[in-house]
């Protein structure tokens, strides 16, 4: 156990010599003063209670933890740096109404014990961890917001009866009253020449009246 022990960390150093050095610059690795054996790499991320049932799947202790407590507040995993016979990440609980935190592991023991794990940490929440949580917790219950009406646009009132809606109509309306005073002014001389008609025929009629109320004193005189 011990020879598989060293290979292993020799395994690591190796790969680690051959990664760049900027690609390990860019991940954040540091230890914490409650746990300065476990190296932490990146940022932890969150994980919802179905995510989590499939990880006590892999942790018997982790089962018989969430049966006996209940399930957590907030729950995330955490990758660390490899220490045989630990696996890479950490699942880790966070129990907000009592204050703590407890972290588990994966060992990679052996393939008859494939669910073996245990608690590798159970302590208070820091300070900043909680707060952190609880704007998380805090965001998730807020209500979404609404998506943005579209405001309605009213339609274009009608022109009234009569009323001119632009240039264009009002040259219609032009041109239709000027077309209504030539009728009109056509009108008025067909009435003028009508009435000049029947004086015209009146006069005739008394010409010929006159004409022959004359003729037969004429006639007499002649004879």
Request: a negative charge; aromatic letters at 6%; proline letters at 8%.
């Amino acid at each position: 156990m011990i020879e598989r022990g060293l290979g292993v960390l020799v395994a690591a150093a190796v790969l680690a010599s051959a990664l760049p050095a900027h690609a390990l610059g860019d991940v954040r690795r540091e230890t914490t003063p409650r746990r300065p054996y476990i190296v932490e790499i990146g940022e932890p991320y969150s994980i919802g209670m179905e995510a989590l049932q499939q990880e006590a799947s892999k942790i018997l202790e982790l089962q018989e933890y969430l049966r006996a407590y209940g399930y957590p507040d907030y729950a995330e995993i955490q990758e660390i740096q490899p220490q045989w016979p630990w696996e890479s990440n950490e699942v880790r609980l966070y129990y907000l109404g009592r204050d703590l935190e407890t972290d588990f592991g994966h060992v990679i023991f052996s393939a008859a014990l494939p669910n073996l794990g245990v608690l590798k940490f159970l302590g208070p929440i820091p300070p900043d961890k909680a707060h952190q949580i609880e704007v998380i917790l805090q965001a998730r219950q807020a209500p979404a917001l609404p998506a943005p009406v579209a405001e309605a646009v009213a339609p274009a009132a009608a022109p009234a009866p009569g009323a001119s809606t632009g240039g264009l109509s009002e040259a219609m309306v032009a041109r239709i009253e000027a077309a209504a005073e030539r009728a009109a002014q056509a009108a008025d001389r067909a009435v003028s020449e009508s009435d000049a008609a029947v004086h015209a025929a009146d006069r005739t009629e008394n010409i010929i009246a006159k004409l022959e109320q004359s003729t037969p004193g004429d006639s007499r005189r002649r004879r």
